[in-house]
């Protein structure tokens, strides 16, 4: 089930070579219940007309049955029609036994980010990183995720954060950021705040600023101060990002996303802002009424959408002479595509940069970077990972920028990885990073 057949025999290899007919029996069942309306139209739906093909990042490089969208639908959807009824024999239809599952693994784990750009790109629009991730959450409900996949998960479930950070380490990275913010603001009153109860702002972060990247978390309190913005952040659940969008396992990805809201409602913020974090803003901005059962009762707002706000009202100034290099955007899947977050990342970068250029395709059909699905924890498919990434790399050389910004940091680990392999010769930025070079001018009144 590896690339290459390259990984020694682990635990999870071990589990999957135990499997019985009890826990498959699990697995049937659970494909079963998660079964929709939606999901029957789109299994009856496809007509092989083969445009998903070419949508797909995995297919351009790798030209096999196994990269193609339809098929691994067609994976999930037989093995549905063959347990749906077990009184009448239908067409097609496959077992759930040990050789599909392994293929299953490998396919809907191992081939594909649920950008969904094939899903877009569907003559008779079937959501296919819909029903991919079904299958996900049939193994995600057997305990057969990608363990790496997995453990990130379980970090975040145990401490907090997907990195485990402790809170001594998250409270230290504050106070040295509170020391480089008063410098760089000239205020010695500046700080990131904790636990501000009745902030206007909760603004909730990916544990990896904090950890490799504290320099975008000083950009975002350089812009909230320059604002004027009553915010903080929270002491214990700052954590924007939600594996378990990329596992399948729905209860797991409800209850993350219920930390952050329910922390905002302890503190009395108006709005959960969530920085840049592609698939965390689906998750907690899209997919979490649905695991909940409820619509949050407060407002949820990406970053973008807030800095655009500033610039377009006042709050902040920029002078696009101080981002004078070339400049060229990397569109989100989860941001852009599947959460709707298009023409944000563009105004700001507009205001603030002084040669912008697209890159070719865009905005909903540009194509994945390769990062997401949780791609960039499940090492066992890396070198499939950085190969699929070619296309967004020729995407990146083609424009002749010299800065790539991507809003998500997810994005940017795997753009940095294409940047070193690739030779691109490019800087990967966050927008708020960009905006925090440009701003002029004192503080909003």
Not at 65 to 71: G, L, N, T, W
Not at 143 to 163: F, I, K, Y
Not at 358 to 379: A, D, F, K, V, W
Request: neutral net charge.
């Amino acid at each position: 089930m590896t690339e290459n057949n390259a990984c020694p025999i682990d635990a999870f290899q071990q589990r999957l070579a135990q499997l019985d007919e009890t826990a498959l029996d699990q697995a049937r069942a659970t494909l079963v219940s998660k079964w929709s309306y939606a999901a029957e139209v789109y299994a009856r739906a496809c007509v092989h007309c083969g445009l998903c093909s070419d949508s797909c990042h995995y297919f351009l490089i790798d030209p096999s049955k196994e990269s193609v969208p339809a098929y691994r639908l067609k994976l999930v959807t037989d093995v549905f029609a063959c347990h749906q009824s077990k009184s009448r024999k239908i067409s097609g239809a496959r077992e759930l036994d040990r050789n599909t599952v392994d293929e299953w693994i490998d396919c809907l784990f191992g081939r594909c980010t649920l950008c969904n750009r094939c899903g877009l790109n569907c003559s008779v629009g079937i959501n296919i990183a819909q029903m991919i991730r079904i299958g996900r959450s049939v193994l995600a409900a057997s305990r057969l995720v990608p363990p790496e996949l997995q453990s990130t998960v379980d970090a975040a479930v145990n401490t907090g954060n997907n990195m485990a950070i402790s809170r001594e380490e998250w409270f230290e990275t504050i106070d040295w950021l509170n020391g480089e913010l008063q410098q760089e603001v000239g205020d010695p009153q500046a700080c990131l705040p904790l636990d501000r109860a009745g902030a206007t702002i909760l603004y909730a972060v990916n544990p990896r600023e904090v950890k490799f990247f504290p320099l975008s978390l000083l950009a975002a309190a350089k812009i909230f101060h320059t604002a004027g913005e009553n915010w903080t952040f929270s002491k214990e659940y700052y954590d924007v990002t939600n594996y378990a969008l990329f596992s399948g396992d729905d209860t797991i990805g409800g209850m993350l996303s219920s930390r952050l809201i329910e922390t905002a409602r302890k503190l009395g913020v108006r709005t959960l802002v969530l920085g840049e974090c592609g698939h965390g803003f689906k998750a907690t901005r899209w997919d979490a009424p649905e695991w909940l059962g409820q619509t949050p009762d407060i407002e949820i707002k990406s970053v973008l959408e807030v800095v655009e706000d500033y610039i377009r009202q006042g709050r902040i100034r920029l002078d696009p002479r101080l981002n004078s290099k070339r400049v060229t955007l990397h569109d989100p899947c989860n941001l852009v595509r599947n959460g709707g977050i298009v023409e944000q990342s563009r105004a700001i970068l507009k205001a603030g940069v002084s040669d912008f250029v697209e890159m070719i395709p865009n905005r909903l059909q540009n194509y994945c970077c390769g990062g997401g699905g949780g791609q960039l924890s499940m090492t066992r498919y890396a070198k499939r990972r950085l190969a699929a990434g070619k296309v967004k790399a020729d995407q990146i050389a083609a424009t002749g920028a010299k800065i790539v910004v991507a809003p998500c940091h997810n994005c940017i680990d795997q753009l940095s990885e294409l940047n070193r392999d690739y030779k691109l010769g490019v800087e990967v930025k966050t927008v708020c990073e960009m905006v925090a070079d440009a701003i002029v001018g004192t503080p909003a009144s």
